[in-house]
């Protein structure tokens, strides 16, 4: 939509009221149903938004003068479930007929400076309800049930103009809630919008005050953005506002000072760039392939961020020149626990991500193709589950311009797939465990459960590892080897 559009105002609100079509008899319903309890109700903020840029939402956010208490009687009997997201905030959900809905009493939302949470005070009308929006763009409201465009800010022109500008001063919004300097970013990810430029000064000159934050919402607006449509130029503002100082430090740290000679490279430009290109490599949604990474993929897309944190700390200029980063991945991986720690994530997304980081040079010591079998099946074995993300993150981790090493460690990456998928069809290395089960080396060794048989089980798997498959009778044999030498040297 171009800024010459806004003049056709009517155009543009056909154009939302078509998008908004299939809800629409679910808007009057809605509009209806609160009239005749005698209360007001409007379509507000996000879906109002989509529908002008041609989106479509999936839940539809309403603003009301009814209490919480006055919103549940209201839709009692006619929605199919209704709960509590968050009675002290003025927030209902409800479902009906397959969409979710969140109504809200009129508020005004402020922190006190010192906690965590937001002081929430309850508004008189939908004009006070959206001057406490975030930003202009999400302070476009449909009255309901007559669909009546309520804008009284100018949303609908920084829409236009893909601007992001605050209703009140942007130092007035963000001290309200200093989470929105994060949407501000998110948005511009999102969306492409930008903020303005009095907006972008108050985010670099009020950057700390997202430290009063719960690190949970910080969490969820940051994962926001990095599943977002193009997160670098996200992260770009977090960086260049100083609030990823705050969220994500590591990554302006990458900026490391590059010498004249150029003797490594940007390591934050690079890591952009890497993530980039690991968006590329995401499969489609619903792929099926073994090692398909349907996009968008959040732990993917953290470790392409994250794979490098550990060269600021392991920097090291060599004697003739050089520069070295011995064991960053180990260092980083390190780091990136601590950080998705601390950023509350769950541990399943800290484990992987962690474990992806550990792992992003590993394939670096297969050369031209020297590795063994074994090297391979480790290697398989090592990723697990996270293999089909292993392989997107160690391509996109070239970001070479020199075309003809490019293309050389392409072909040896394809050439590992090859080999990984050969030792597939032989040995199913998804699963690959000892060839005798922990009941079966019991029964070999004449040994019970406990420390001895689980150093067996270890000792088999190392075989299975190295040597591939020997069969059930040499698996027996081998144990046998192993334990009479065990027995021997404990002797």
Known sequence: ???????????????????????????????????????????????????????????????????????????????????????????IGARRAGATLEFTTYRADAYDGQTRKPVVAFGESLEEDL??????????????????????H??????????????????????????????AARFTAQLGFVPDDDVREAMTDMAQRL?????????DELVKLMLSTDPRAGLEVLVSTGLADEVLPELPALQLEVDEHHRHKDVYEHSLTVLQQAIDLEDAPGAEDEDAVPGPDLVLRLAALLHDIGKPATRRFEPGGGVSFHHHEVVGAKMTRARLRALRFDKETVKAVTRLVELHLRFHGYGTGEWSDSAVRRYVTDAGPLLGRLHKLTRSDCTTRNRRKAARLAASYDHLEQRISRLREEEELAAVRPELDGHQIGEVLGIR??????????HLLS????????????????LLRWWAEQERSSG
Do not use: C, K
Request: charged share 30%; aromatic share 6%; proline share 6%.
């Open 1 to 91: 939509m171009s800024a010459t559009q806004i003049t056709s105002d009517g155009a543009l609100l056909l154009r939302a009221l078509r998008e908004l079509t299939p809800s629409r008899e679910l808007l009057t319903e809605v509009g209806e149903l609160f009239a005749d309890a005698g209360h007001d109700v409007a379509l507000v903020g996000g879906p109002v938004r989509d529908a002008f840029l041609g989106r479509t939402s999936t839940d539809l956010d309403f603003t009301t003068s009814a209490t919480p208490d006055q919103i549940e009687r209201t839709l009692g009997g006619w929605a199919d479930t209704t709960w509590d997201v968050g009675r002290a905030f003025g927030t």
């Open 131 to 152: 001057v406490r929006r975030d930003f202009r763009v999400n302070a476009m409201a449909l009255r309901l049930p007559d669909l009546t465009f309520v804008d009284p």
């Open 211 to 219: 430290r009063i934050v719960s690190a949970e919402r910080v969490r």
């Open 449 to 458: 459960p406990g420390p001895e048989l689980g150093r067996a089980y270890q």
């Open 154 to 183: 100018g949303g609908l022109e920084d829409l236009a103009h893909r601007r992001l500008r605050t209703p009140h001063r942007p130092e007035v919004s963000f001290s309200d809630d200093p989470l929105r300097m994060m949407r």
């Open 463 to 478: 075989v299975r590892l190295d040597q591939g498959l020997l069969g059930e009778d040499g698996a027996r044999a081998e």
